[in-house]
């Protein structure tokens, strides 16, 4: 279980930052098997409307989870004094002595083959375009949460969801889907609010269309 540094109040307010390392650590408990994905959309629905440090600790104070980073302690500077400075000086002058002596072995080592290392190949373009980090959340598990949503919401499951397609893994990427249910239509606005590594987390935004009034005849 996680263990939170130092204790914060319900009045200490939470930022967009605090809010997206609360996202992540809980995308990583959802990746390792610690929530059902219920829990995981609940959770991070949560913390990106959690108002302040207080709430956002609520929600992974039971998880196997690293603490978030706005409970650690700063690091505080720690003066040298005069009956020190010898010792960082050594410390320093072998350091150099030893970086020195790496270098010369690896001139030595390198020269023989003449050979010299092959750069890296460039790096792919993500199919998702420019700017993407290639990083993208299929389709098929954009309609699923937009269902699961949906569920939680109005209270079963929907008829039919339709999503444009595959969502871009970059922080504010968005999509509209369409959602048709007992003869109704809804909007379900799809945003991304954070991104860890290949794990993406977003925000939906479900709402009925009103339906426009018929022309009025002349």
């Known amino acids: 279980m996680m263990q939170p540094g130092p204790p914060y109040g319900v009045s ?19 990746a390792d098997g610690e929530l059902d994905p219920d829990e995981h959309r609940q959770r991070c629905a949560a913390a990106m409307s959690a108002k302040t440090r207080s709430q956002l600790l609520d929600l992974i104070h039971d998880l196997q989870a690293r603490p978030p980073a706005f409970t650690q302690q700063p690091a505080t500077a720690v003066a040298v004094t005069s009956s020190r400075k010898w010792i960082v000086g050594a410390v320093v002058g ?3 002595a030893v970086v020195a002596i790496l270098g010369i072995l690896g001139f030595f080592l390198l020269s023989p083959s003449g050979s010299s290392p092959s750069p890296a190949p460039p790096a792919q373009a993500g199919s998702l375009g420019s700017g993407s980090t290639g990083t993208f959340l299929p389709l098929a598990d954009v309609v699923a949460t937009v269902s ?12 039919h969801v339709s999503c444009p397609g595959d969502l871009a893994g970059r922080v ?8 048709i249910d007992n003869g109704k239509r809804y909007d379900a606005d799809v945003t991304v609010t954070a991104v860890n590594g290949n794990r993406i987390t977003t925000h939906e935004a479900i709402n009925e269309e009103v339906p426009s009034p018929p022309p009025s005849r002349p």
């Not at 699961?148 to 008829?159: K, L, M, S």
């Not at 504010?172 to 959602?179: A, Q, T």
């Open 12 to 30: 200490t307010r939470a930022n967009d930052a605090d809010r997206a390392d609360v996202c992540a650590i809980v995308d990583n408990a959802y």
């Open 94 to 96: 072998a350091g150099l």
């Open 148 to 159: 699961g949503d949906f569920q939680d919401q109005i209270g079963h499951a929907p008829e």
């Open 172 to 179: 504010g990427e968005f999509e509209r889907c369409s959602i």
